[in-house]
């Protein structure tokens, strides 16, 4: 699923959840008080629901309020926040000469996996390339090495005529 849509998803929930359930709420509370009115029992609603009851269900509101942002936080930190935390130890495992600490871009899904991609693309990309600044510096040494031999050999030929 893409950050975006969970985000849209986590501020539906904590908004439009909380103000969809009060609305129940009152919905219902209204419906009673108008079937209790008809049969003459109640007509207030303090006479209807105590007060120790409101304050229990405005706890009870904001206890499952908490619960819902919780789940919903780390749901987000799940899904996003750990893969890219994964890719942070990567890309300093790539920084200190690790070029063998591979990702999986499978494991994640939506703009993650992209960034997956790219740091899996690069990590071959620099793998390749300190091969091949290794194999050269080999070949100018050896070049060197040669270079130095074919010079000693005249130099010590004229010295032994001199």
């Not at 591979?102 to 960034?115: Q, T």
């Amino acid at each position: 699923m893409k950050f975006k849509t969970r985000l849209y998803i986590t501020f539906a929930s904590i908004a439009a959840l909380p103000i969809m359930l009060f609305t129940l709420c009152f919905i219902v509370m209204g419906k009673v008080m108008i079937r209790l009115r008809q049969t003459g029992g109640v007509d207030t609603v303090s006479n209807l629901v105590p007060k120790s009851i409101l304050v229990s269900l405005w706890i009870s509101f904001f206890i499952i309020l908490f619960i819902i942002a919780c789940l919903l936080t780390r749901w987000i930190g799940k899904g996003v926040f750990s893969p890219i935390n994964d890719l942070g130890f990567g890309l300093k495992q790539v920084a200190d000469g690790n070029f063998d600490y591979a990702l999986d871009p499978d494991s994640v899904k939506g703009e993650v996996k992209e960034l997956y991609k790219s740091y899996e693309e690069m990590r071959l990309r620099l793998k390749e390339s300190a091969g091949e600044k290794i194999e050269s510096e080999d070949n100018n040494r050896e070049l060197i090495t040669n270079i130095s031999h074919d010079l000693k050999t005249p130099i010590t030929a004229i010295k032994g005529y001199v």
